[in-house]
């Protein structure tokens, strides 16, 4: 049972929220973290609510509170899962969209893979770069939906936008997967014209112990933009012939020594 001081807590929020009325609003997402942790049946009750109002703002907000529910982020898993997945059998804005997806992937939800898979052509660029970062979904017992996931995912390291390829390529590089295709896909990412996805592509390829893409990062390593993904990278590798390109950036890089260090060593 709610106390008054709790219901004022949350009337407050609330009221926050409808004054806001901007989805991307910093002082809304305050409240939207507010209300989540609260986590109770009341304010439970009235997010379902806004999940199916007729507006899009409020229904975006609602699915994002269920989202993340409660002090475990789990709480009323039942009603929170069979309202997600009834919204996105028939949602169409993609600012609510974009907040299912964040549902989806927070709830890890195997049922809403198609959907997601689905959404990996969507015209905006927002929607796939989402789907690049809530594929694949952990725990996912249908093989061939697995396997869906990971082509959609080599489909999006090809993506148009740069920020859809960093995220693919993340997303790939962290699973535990390791296939000829995923090597070719990630060996094509490690001279991708944008930074943050050869630095994705490098650590996922020195995971895999990839010998090919060595001499590649060794260029990275000696160039004059070199981030903690590169470093990180040589350190995972442990190759000899990377120890050189690491010894010249003591001269100058000051990012993170100690990884650093640790690279040269792993080199050594």
């Known amino acids: 049972m709610e106390t008054q001081n709790e219901t004022e807590f949350e009337d407050r929020h609330w009221l926050a929220i409808e004054t806001s009325g901007q989805i991307e609003s910093e002082e809304l997402w305050e409240s939207i973290y507010a209300l989540r942790k609260l986590g109770t049946a009341r304010v439970l009750s009235k997010a379902l609510s806004w999940c ?33 997945l009834a919204m996105i059998a028939k949602e169409q804005d993609p600012e609510v969209i974009t907040s299912l997806i964040s549902a989806v992937h927070f709830r890890e939800l195997p049922d809403a893979a198609a959907w997601l898979i689905s959404l990996a052509e969507h015209p905006l660029e927002d929607v796939r770069w989402r789907v690049a970062w809530a594929l694949p979904i952990p725990n996912m017992r249908d093989l061939a939906m697995v396997r869906l996931s990971l082509e959609t995912l080599l ?114």
Not at 60 to 82: H, M, R
Not at 157 to 176: G, H, K, L, N
Not at 231 to 256: H, M, T
Request: aromatic residues 6%; hydrophobic residues 40%; contains cysteine.
């Open 155 to 268: 489909k999006l390291m090809e993506d148009s936008e740069p920020e859809v390829r960093e995220w693919a390529t993340f997303s790939i590089s962290i699973t535990q997967e390791d296939t000829p295709a995923i090597r070719e896909a990630l060996l094509a990412r490690l001279s991708d014209s944008d930074f943050g996805t050869r630095s994705e592509a490098a650590v996922g390829l020195a995971d895999r112990k990839e010998p090919r893409a060595i001499a590649l990062l060794g260029q990275h390593l000696r160039s004059d933009r070199v981030g903690e993904l590169f470093v990180e990278a040589a350190e995972l590798y442990a190759d000899s012939s990377l120890r050189p390109a690491l010894l010249g950036l003591k001269k100058w890089w000051d990012v993170n020594p100690e990884l650093l260090d640790r690279a040269i060593a792993a080199c050594s």
């Open 52 to 84: 199916k109002d007729p507006a899009p703002f409020r229904r975006s907000v609602g699915v994002s509170i269920l989202a993340q529910f409660g002090k475990d982020t789990k709480a009323y898993p039942q009603e929170c899962q069979a309202m997600i």
